[in-house]
């Protein structure tokens, strides 16, 4: 069974940075991409930043230029660097992996940003 962890979240002024971290508990075999959602209540979970096998990566219009996304192999890892905040960057975020037979959720961490 693979659990991903995510850490990085808090409470964090307008403008200000925060690095997400979410770490599988064992090696993925054959990871097609792997991504950053965020979901806020009343709404559905969107996504945020994807990069796929290969590097190659895309961001929601609202993130693009502020938020980056990069994957270790070595460590099983995937980050969000997540630049100039904004209030309405405030969520839950949520980091997935796909591969050809699964979709492997994280549990989730609060990020805040205050005006």
């Known amino acids: 069974q693979v659990q991903l962890v995510e850490s990085g979240g808090g409470l964090v002024q307008a403008g200000g940075s925060l690095r997400l971290s979410c770490a599988a508990s064992?090696?993925?075999?054959?990871?097609?991409?792997m991504a950053w959602y965020r979901q806020v209540p009343g709404k559905q979970r969107e996504l945020a930043a994807r990069i796929i096998t290969g590097g190659s990566t895309n961001y929601a219009d609202s993130v693009k230029g502020r938020f980056t996304i990069s994957r270790d192999h070595a460590k099983n890892t995937v980050y969000l660097q997540m630049n100039s905040l904004k209030p309405e960057d405030t969520a839950v975020y949520y980091c997935l992996v796909s591969t050809g037979r699964a979709n492997y959720w994280g549990q989730g961490t609060q990020v805040t940003v205050s005006s």
């Open positions: 064992r090696n993925i075999f054959s990871i097609n991409s």
